[in-house]
């Protein structure tokens, strides 16, 4: 599995390939927020950007949250809730160590249990999910939570759906890249160049391919495995074949 963090040479490869990912978003040409914070649904939004909130508001939406989901079990909303308010309080007191810009334990453990009402949210609301929440799980499934770039590649699928753009696609790319879906990139990988403007379309072309190939190479040496989380069997938007 690519992102056993276990193995020495496997975080190394993870860091690189992250580093990449960084240059890419501090440059602006694929800034789609995820993973550091810097974008729309950004970790750092939790805190900033949109407004003010406080570890009690916090608490307090995750407590009304849990009792939503309690009484009304079907109710999607309530679901998309507690997952969004797990998120959020992944990030505070003791759950993210600010020094390090990482999750602890706890803040891991919290962070599974917001995948898990993302995923029971997904089961009841199927035609129509929330792209701003998929974002946040993008976040929450990326290298610095919970390491699942299958996952993260499924909640970009939801994004790039709603908001397709070169930024879009490229993250959707990179993500099933990292997790061995080599279809999945390739189709997504094409849509960014197609998105792109004129200008940085070979630039975006190169990158990615450039991650492409570290990612196979990576995959290659362990084995030949790939995250253990299976690829929807869904389209890429602009192609008209099925996504492997």
């Known amino acids: 599995m690519l992102f056993d963090l276990q193995s020495r040479n496997r975080r190394a490869f993870v860091k690189v390939i992250y580093l990449g990912l960084a240059i890419l978003m501090g440059g602006g040409l694929l800034l789609f927020g995820i993973g550091t914070g810097t974008g729309g649904g950004g970790f750092l939004d939790i805190f900033t950007g949109n407004g003010s909130s406080t570890s009690a508001q916090i608490s307090s939406a995750e407590k009304r949250a849990n009792r939503e989901v309690r009484l009304h079990p079907q109710n999607p909303r309530a679901w998309a809730d507690l997952a969004r308010a797990r998120y ?5 007191g003791d759950n993210y160590d600010p020094t ?4 602890t334990t706890d803040g891991r453990a919290k962070l599974r249990t917001a995948a898990t009402a993302w995923q029971r949210y997904l089961t009841l609301e199927q035609d129509h999910p ?3 929440l ?3 799980m993008v976040n929450v499934y990326d290298e610095t939570g919970l390491g699942d770039p299958a996952q993260a590649a499924n909640a970009m699928e939801i994004v790039t759906e709603a908001q397709p753009s070169a930024s879009a696609y ?3 790319a990179q993500y099933a890249y990292l997790a061995g879906q080599e279809r999945k990139g390739d189709l997504a990988a094409a849509r960014a160049v197609q998105l792109a403007p004129s200008a940085q379309q070979r630039l975006v072309r190169t990158q990615l391919a450039a991650i492409k190939s570290q990612a196979a190479l990576q995959t290659a040496k362990a084995g ?4 253990t989380t299976p690829a929807p069997q869904t389209k890429v938007k602009g192609d008209t074949q099925g996504v492997d």
């Open 88 to 92: 959020q309080t992944a990030g505070l």
């Open 100 to 103: 390090r810009q990482a999750f």
């Open 130 to 132: 929330d792209p701003t």
């Open 134 to 136: 998929a974002r946040l």
């Open 170 to 172: 490229g993250a959707l």
């Open 224 to 227: 030949g495995g790939s995250s």
